[in-house]
């Protein structure tokens, strides 16, 4: 009965889920609402930012290496490999998104994404998580850059929870 029990615990660590809201507002006065789900079973993190117009949503495939980001104010959904050279593992996120932010803390990694004219044809190649968030949506794959700077005002940022910067420029973004 005691190995039973140890092994739901046990289970139940391994199969965990974190679920994280955070309310910032603005220097504008507007409110921003984050929200991070990690599923630790499926190695997957879900970042959701709430801003109206300016929201997105993401899903982080830890196991294919893979992100995606749904932009609501570009109508488009954007895919690309993972900088784990970068991006924060799942412990880290979740530790990161349950900490005030700092306001002495440096400013976060960035990270600068080219996207291209081609559509994706069939985003169900990504796996369900990424398919879930970008089905019926034009989706176009990215490629990592090092400078954002010839793109002027086409391009896109979303923070995740300002521990990491992303910048998403050109290809059918740039309107």
């Not at 029990?5 to 309310?23: E, R, S």
């Amino acid at each position: 009965m005691k190995a039973l029990i140890l092994l739901a615990a046990v289970l139940g660590v391994v199969f965990a889920t974190d679920n994280i809201n955070i309310n910032n507002q603005g220097n504008d006065g507007g409110n921003v609402h984050q929200t991070v789900n990690i599923d630790n079973h499926d190695n997957v993190a879900n970042v959701n930012q709430y801003n109206g117009w300016n929201s997105w949503n993401s899903i982080w495939d830890y196991g294919r290496g893979l992100y995606a980001v749904r932009l609501m104010s570009r109508r488009a959904c954007v895919v690309s490999r993972m900088n784990r050279n970068v991006v924060p593992s799942l412990v880290e996120l979740s530790k990161a998104s349950q900490e005030k932010q700092n306001p002495n803390a440096p400013p976060p990694r960035t990270l600068t994404y080219t996207v291209s004219q081609t559509k994706v044809k069939n985003v169900a190649q990504f796996g369900n998580h990424i398919e879930a968030l970008c089905k019926g949506v034009p989706t176009f794959y990215a490629q990592e850059t090092q400078d954002a700077s010839f793109y002027g005002t086409g391009c896109t940022t979303s923070g995740i929870i300002n521990i990491l910067g992303i910048t998403i420029c050109g290809g059918p973004l740039n309107c």
